[in-house]
């Protein structure tokens, strides 16, 4: 199994306090993304990194940021929770393959309650 | 831009019955790459196959099967003789160049016993 770790696992939070979710990698693989997963959506890209200190947004940004200091680290950040933002956050790493033929490994998740 | 569309949102068969996932995609590129993951109950993302844009051959693996035809834009996934274990929710996804993967909504397959 990719060494993907999230943390938390799970978490309940109040509408309008920032939350940090952590990814951390031990396969040294140059990229991280966040997904969120929700019912009727399937999975969304939020943000992805393909170096360190070099994140890009992607699909549903609005209200996230990231950051990654280190290549075995990314973080995502929602800095005032909403309870749209109720969801299962999912991590995932992929190396540089010609092309992009590299398959994405993902993390067990973060299943995030905004209350 | 990129776009993949599985049109099926829940599928229900019983034991033992052969069933298909479609998949449809979108792509400018002639370069790609298609992939399948499967989340079962537990909740993790298992990879199960990928597809390069210039290799058309279909592919076999046990029970699973893949057909990619790029005249219909489609890559399609067969489980033969399904069992109570291949009940999951499964993904296609598209890769163009080193972007990150898009998604499908996913395919909810319940395999009753």
């Known amino acids: 199994d990719a060494g993907i770790t999230q943390s938390p696992r799970h978490k309940v939070t109040e509408t309008g306090t920032p939350v940090t979710l952590r990814c951390h990698q031990t396969?040294?693989?140059?990229?991280m993304y966040w997904y969120r997963q929700d019912p009727g959506h399937g999975l969304r890209l939020i943000h992805y990194?393909?170096?360190?200190?070099?994140?890009d947004k992607g699909e549903v940004s609005d209200g996230y940021s990231v950051s990654r200091s280190k290549t075995e680290d990314f973080l995502l950040t929602l800095e005032s929770a909403t309870s749209s933002q109720t969801s299962v956050y999912f991590c995932?790493?992929?190396?540089?393959?010609?092309?992009?033929?590299?398959?994405?490994?993902f993390g067990q998740g973060t299943r995030l309650t905004v209350v | 831009a990129q776009k993949v569309t599985q049109a099926q949102t829940e599928i229900s068969v019983v034991e033992k019955e052969d069933v298909t996932l479609d998949c449809v995609y979108e792509?400018?590129?002639?370069?790609?790459?298609l992939f399948w993951y499967k989340q079962p109950p537990s909740g993790e993302l298992v990879f199960l196959i990928r597809?390069?844009?210039?290799?058309?051959q279909n592919e076999i693996s046990g029970r699973y099967s893949w057909n990619f035809q790029k005249s219909t834009s489609s890559f399609n996934f067969t489980i033969t003789a399904s069992q109570v274990v291949d009940s999951a929710v499964y993904f296609c996804?598209?890769?163009?160049?080193?972007?990150?993967?898009?998604f499908g909504k996913g395919t909810r397959l319940s395999v009753i016993a």
């Open positions: 597809r390069n844009s210039f290799d058309e």
């Open positions: 996804a598209l890769r163009e160049g080193n972007t990150p993967l898009v």
């Open positions: 995932a790493i992929s190396e540089s393959a010609p092309e992009g033929s590299a398959e994405a490994f």
């Open positions: 792509t400018r590129d002639t370069t790609y790459y």
């Open positions: 990194s393909y170096g360190v200190k070099d994140t």
């Open positions: 396969e040294n693989h140059r990229y």
